[in-house]
């Protein structure tokens, strides 16, 4: 199938460079939606639903063919190289963080920029590393995850959203979420949580911005710090939004921090020219 209709790709503006945007685990592109506006003078915007999400082709998803995130990236390197343009910025909310960096590892030069927001390569404590869950609490999630995926949902939504006085965003990622059909959704949950791409991220080679949230529950400041020490010459930002979907929550902030980011790189390649 034609990626553009399985993925829903739907673009907004012109130009030669553009900036695909890619949502997280039960989510899709409307959650970029208070985001993406900021940036369409400039550049052409690309929005999509990873297959299972939004209005994506369900009908495509296979879960022998959908057995690791590097499927999701494949899937991503199709819609780009479907698009005409001489630089692509991809910017990945929390799983789709991971998915960019494998895709811009399978192709460094179909991909200019890696912007990643709220990212985590392993959501599980290991010895030194702290990924935000030990493996007993995260097998017990899951495990009620398969249990009763709506309770699942309502429960777990408010807590990746945080911004508990602000009811109305965690509502919204509540619905998000149970809009996904369960059994796909329980098959990306076990990929997005179970992966371990520590080791992938070292290999990261383009330029990349690490957006770090306060008070996340999902990837704690010791994440954000991780991420950026695995990524040479990756810049870091310690977002003052909280929770973990700074898109949602604090839209100002997170273009700001993309902004400042993407002019300093243009001064910097510039000055290498």
């Not at 993925?7 to 993406?36: P, Y």
């Not at 192709?107 to 590393?129: E, K, T």
């Not at 899951?142 to 949902?153: I, Q, R």
Request: hydrophobic share 40%.
């Amino acid at each position: 199938m034609n990626p553009f209709q399985r993925n829903n790709v739907s673009q907004h503006g012109d130009g030669n460079i553009a900036m695909v945007f890619a949502h997280g685990f039960g989510c899709d592109k409307n959650m970029w939606r208070f985001v993406w506006p900021a940036f369409e003078s400039q550049f052409r915007i690309v929005l999509f639903d990873h297959v299972g999400a939004g209005r994506s082709d369900t009908s495509e998803f296979e879960s022998r063919k959908y057995a690791s995130l590097e499927r999701y990236a494949d899937d991503v390197l199709e819609i780009c190289a479907g698009i005409d343009a001489e630089n692509i910025i991809f910017v990945g909310h929390s799983v789709s963080a991971t998915i960019g960096a494998l895709a811009s590892i399978k192709a460094p030069d179909l991909l200019s920029r890696l912007v990643m927001v709220a990212p985590s390569p392993c959501f599980i404590n290991d010895r030194d590393y702290v990924g935000g869950f030990d493996r007993d609490t995260m097998d017990r999630l899951l495990d009620f995850l398969d249990e009763n995926f709506e309770a699942w949902a309502s429960a777990i939504a408010p807590t990746v959203m945080g911004n508990l006085d602000r009811p109305e965003l965690g509502a919204e990622l509540t619905q998000s979420f149970c809009r996904m059909e369960p059994e796909i959704a329980k098959h990306f949950a076990r990929l997005t949580f179970n992966s371990d791409h520590r080791s992938d991220f070292a290999k990261v080679e383009i330029p990349t911005l690490v957006m770090q949230c306060s008070q996340d529950a999902i990837a704690p400041d010791a994440v954000g710090l991780y991420v950026q020490q695995c990524i040479k010459g990756s810049h870091f930002v310690q977002l003052k939004a909280t929770g973990h979907c700074p898109n949602m929550s604090a839209p100002d902030e997170t273009i700001h921090a993309i902004r400042k980011f993407l002019n300093e790189e243009t001064y910097r390649l510039r000055l290498q020219a």
